[in-house]
């Protein structure tokens, strides 16, 4: 309910100013980070409902397949890196939780992939195109079912690769973790532009040399921005806290402790986004909404002590 109306506004928005000037376009809307945060309570939802439902597999499948068919809609404005990774978490939650697959199934499941990519390599070609015909999109789409789907695909990662390169060419001064720690005062709301700075700090990009080619981010880049060449160092810590999230939601999931799972489970896409993107992006969106979501669960635990002891008689 708190997520359903931003997200519609900006999936929309997006979806008119692509067809009315290109994927380059999508930049143009003007949406504060907060009310993104607002918008994305709704994918957070979805992991909430899928658990949930786990028992009833026809309302889970019925969720998650309607949560694919309307992110794949959306991509169509050209943006699906978000969309992407929100999916694979999603799907690990539901193959976990809802549907174990077998063998026959996951081979079934790689063929399915497979078309997937034909679907993304097209959206990457059609947000190119200056003018919509019908004509241009049919000769994107051969063009994009008729190349190497595994190599376009491994293509995608070449940016990733060279911010690496280039943060180690730029040679920057080390920052001894600030990038990761002080991100976490993001979490407040940008009144008067009083964080602008740590943004600025987060972005590591903002300060190595770029040789004028447009760069997202890089989690071994940003090691090696933060520490130089005693990052791989530091690679171990965060292994740690990936193995320590699969260990909390594989022993949540066995002891049924479902809510516990949900905040495991949430931050998967965050984390698989931050491959290319930056750690302190993480912190907001994941305090936010599970911060939310403990003082739901603190509310109703505290309404039912009243209830059971017949101090909320207008609940009955």
Known sequence: ???ILPTLY?????????FQGGYTNTFNLNVHDFVEVIANFFNFSIFAFII????????????FFSTIIYKVLMMSSGGRGESI???????IVWENMVYQLTGKQIIYLILLGYFGLVLLNFIANARNISTFSLNEIINVFVYSLTNNQIAMALSEFGSTFSTACFTVASNPGPTFGLNYILP????LPNIGGFNANVVNQMIYTNHIKTFNQPIGGSYIGELFYSFHWGGFLFAFILGLLLGFIYYGMVVSRKNKQY??????AYITPLLFFWIRGYFGAIYREYIWHCGFAILLIVFFKFLSQKYKKGELKWLK
């Open 52 to 63: 949930g439902f786990s028992n009833n597999k026809r309302i889970a499948n019925t969720i």
């Open 1 to 3: 309910m708190i997520g």
């Open 259 to 264: 809510f516990l799972y949900l905040l495991f």
């Open 10 to 18: 900006i999936d929309i928005s997006r979806l008119i100013l692509f």
């Open 85 to 91: 990774v929100f999916l694979v978490g999603l799907f």
């Open 184 to 187: 976490i005062i993001l979490v």
